[in-house]
């Protein structure tokens, strides 16, 4: 499968592209080259302008880090911490873990000035096979689970003041859950302005959900509200922590965001560390007095009973207002999952730039100028993964696949500093930050091996049905005809089917 470049010239006037921060942007304009009938138009190609600025970029990694991991994770952090005070060390101690990843993502990022983060990182460091793994755990794991873990909990929060005394039916959950999916998609296939619209909107919706929670939260914080803060019950098996640190992490994914978008950063070398290390902290602490507060009111009891803590929360805090958070919560999820529909295409383009996706990914709908192919694949694997129900099963198989991979990526510098020691370097990180990380690493990956079989199992499972397709598709040169001729005519026929031309008017490819 080769795919065409990024930079290639294209004969339609534009092309709408989705930047990492859920912007879309027409990047694509005609240059002043003669226009011959069936020929290409000259001069026009994509090119990534650095006009992002600090401020940006902070908004860039807050709003993707703060998605439903804030409304789901406390519940499955305290199933295996046990006590409130050591579910609270597991946040803290998430926050931390997350700030030295991204940390080592800054020399990477600034050393390596491509788009696609740790899939660049690893293609420069370890080659096409490793990395292709890295696009495939992304993209057939990572992105459509998560977008799967999202919009069950919004179905949840919209569904749980309909069954206040139980848990809202699975069946009831899962279809809303693909109504949620179906509904977004439709949205980003039809206009990148209306799907920017969205994230804008429900941006605000969750960040004030967040503040009204920790607002009412710190005002029982001052009213002596600590009975629950206690270490009674804890759970301090290695197994029961790691599995912890899962549900804890989760709720950070989305720190290395930014380095997908690194191209289009003002000042990189200086404005990346600043974002991290002011967005990471915001983020920490913002967490970390959301627990807080749900704890100033909720026994562990009913932490661990709630399906949707906010919504409990709410229920003891505000009375007849109760019904406002389960709102934004809803409205706060629904957002996050029209946002990974809307950056998922920046991987896709990546891979693609390095031959590695199906054409009919990298392709544009020529009404719409809008990534048709690549939102529909997201929305189908997404709701592939809806058979599961169980959304902290989900969340095993995301951490596992997740962590491991990002381990891979600070692997990286390490790795470099011994084999290419003159490579510029901009920023140099202590080789003590890779050296914890990557210890860490190995803890949250491999200690749930023996605590989680089953998830852990079907996620190696996952990352080991890329050898095949990596063998067929890519390593192997020499396609029989036939072959090459099937895969151009199944191009086609989704050509004409959706309606969408790639980056230059040729016949496609394998």
């Not at 990395?131 to 569904?159: G, K, N």
Request: net charge neutral; with cysteine; charged share 10%.
């Amino acid at each position: 499968m080769e795919t065409e470049s990024l930079n290639r010239k294209n004969s339609s006037r534009k092309s709408s592209i989705v930047n990492g921060n859920g912007d879309a942007s027409t990047k694509l304009t005609n240059g002043d080259g003669d226009n011959g009938g069936g020929d290409d138009a000259g001069g026009g190609e994509v090119t990534l302008k650095a006009k992002m600025s600090l401020l940006n970029g902070c908004t860039v990694i807050v709003g993707s880090i703060i998605g439903s991991g804030i409304f789901v994770s406390p519940t499955g952090v305290l199933m295996y911490t046990g006590s409130v005070n050591l579910a609270l060390i597991v946040w803290v101690l998430s926050g931390l873990f997350s700030m030295v990843g991204a940390y080592c993502y800054a020399e990477l990022g600034t050393m390596i000035t491509k788009s696609g983060a740790d899939y660049a990182y690893i293609m420069e460091t370890f080659g096409p096979f490793m990395a292709f793994i890295r696009l495939w755990i992304e993209c057939m794991i990572v992105r459509p689970c998560s977008q799967a873990i999202v919009a069950l909990t919004f179905s949840t929060y919209v569904l749980k003041p309909f069954f206040p005394e139980c848990t809202p039916p699975e069946d009831a959950s899962r279809l809303l859950a693909v109504c949620c999916i179906l509904v977004l998609t439709l949205i980003n296939c039809w206009d990148v302005k209306w799907a920017t619209a969205v994230q804008d909107i429900f941006t605000y919706a969750k960040l004030f959900a967040l503040f009204i929670i920790i607002a009412t939260g710190m005002y029982q914080l001052y009213m002596g509200n600590v009975k629950y803060f206690t270490f009674d019950n804890s759970d301090t098996k290695v197994t029961s922590l790691a599995l912890s640190f899962y549900s804890g992490l989760f709720a950070y994914n989305g720190w290395n965001y930014l380095n997908f978008i690194i191209e289009e950063l003002k000042d990189p070398v200086k404005n990346l560390p600043r974002a991290i290390a002011i967005s990471c902290t915001l983020v920490t602490v913002v967490y970390v007095l959301a627990n807080v507060s749900f704890y100033t009111i909720l026994s562990p009891e009913e932490v661990l009973g709630s399906s949707a803590v906010a919504v409990t929360y709410a229920e003891r805090a505000f009375g007849m207002l109760a019904w406002t958070i389960p709102v934004f919560v809803a409205l706060s999820t629904f957002g996050a999952v029209n946002g990974i529909l809307l950056t998922s295409s920046r991987l896709f383009y990546a891979g693609a730039n390095e031959g590695q996706m199906p054409e009919i990914l990298t392709m544009i709908q020529i009404q719409r100028f809008t990534p048709t192919p690549a939102v529909l694949a997201m929305a189908f694997l997404s709701m592939l993964y809806l058979t599961v129900s169980d959304i902290f099963a989900l969340i095993n198989y995301v951490g596992f696949a997740t962590w491991l991979s990002i381990g891979v990526a600070v692997l990286c510098l390490p790795w470099l500093r011994w084999a290419q020691p003159n490579l510029p370097r901009p920023i140099r990180v202590p080789l003590v930050f890779p050296i914890v990380y990557l210890i860490a690493t190995i803890f949250v990956t491999v200690v749930p091996m023996y605590a989680s079989p089953v998830e852990t199992g079907y996620g190696i499972l996952m990352i080991l049905s890329s050898i095949p397709v990596y063998a067929v598709f890519i390593a192997w040169k020499n396609k029989p005809i036939w072959f090459q001729k099937s895969m151009v005519s199944l191009t086609h026929f989704l050509q004409k089917l959706l309606m969408v031309l790639g980056k230059q008017t040729k016949p496609a490819q394998v």
